[in-house]
């Protein structure tokens, strides 16, 4: 594994998150791809999930896209899975079908091998979207599946822990 900054384990990311949503008496709302659905039954594990999340998606095709999200051909007109500007879109798409505060989305490459767009195993797209929208690319190094599926899970709690905390801040 290439050394990399330690994230917490995931339980831990989501019940933090949880104490914050509910301090703050916000929701959210999932849309992922290459975790699996790992970020969704992390933040549902936390006792009184129901305050805060209000539901989600595992979009890990172009059919699961139109039959989840209501995507549309216009919708990805110029646009590919895996990108900053589509995990953008897809927070703020699954944020407004949910009517929840915020929303959230990774899209990536588990592995073990890279993607169809040529991206390598280990890269993942995470997205925040409230008020405003936060996204970054990681790349975790490995091509072992079940390690990126919980490390893309982890970076993107790890990612809306810190816009929580930014928010309240300001």
């Not at 831990?12 to 290459?34: C, I, M, N, Q, W």
């Not at 927070?91 to 929840?100: G, I, T």
Request: a negative charge.
């Amino acid at each position: 594994m290439t050394e990399r900054i330690a994230l917490p384990p995931l339980h831990t990311l989501a019940h933090d998150v949880a104490v914050l949503l509910k301090a703050r008496r916000e929701t959210v709302a999932v849309a992922e791809s290459s975790a699996g659905g790992l970020v969704s039954a992390a933040l549902l594990a936390v006792p009184g999930a129901s305050a805060y999340f209000l539901g989600g998606a595992v979009v890990y095709s172009r059919r699961a896209g139109k039959a989840l999200m209501g995507l549309t051909p216009a919708d990805m007109e110029g646009m590919r899975a895996e990108t900053e500007p589509y995990a953008r879109m897809m927070a703020a798409r699954v944020r407004d079908m949910h009517r929840a505060t915020w929303g959230l989305c990774e899209s990536g490459a588990a592995g073990p091998s890279g993607s169809p767009y040529g991206d390598p195993p280990g890269h993942v797209c995470i997205a925040v979207a409230g008020a405003d929208t936060h996204s970054r690319v990681t790349a975790t190094g490995e091509a072992e599946r079940p390690v990126n599926m919980d490390l893309f899970a982890r970076e993107l709690l790890t990612l809306f822990a810190q816009v929580l905390r930014d928010d309240t801040a300001a």
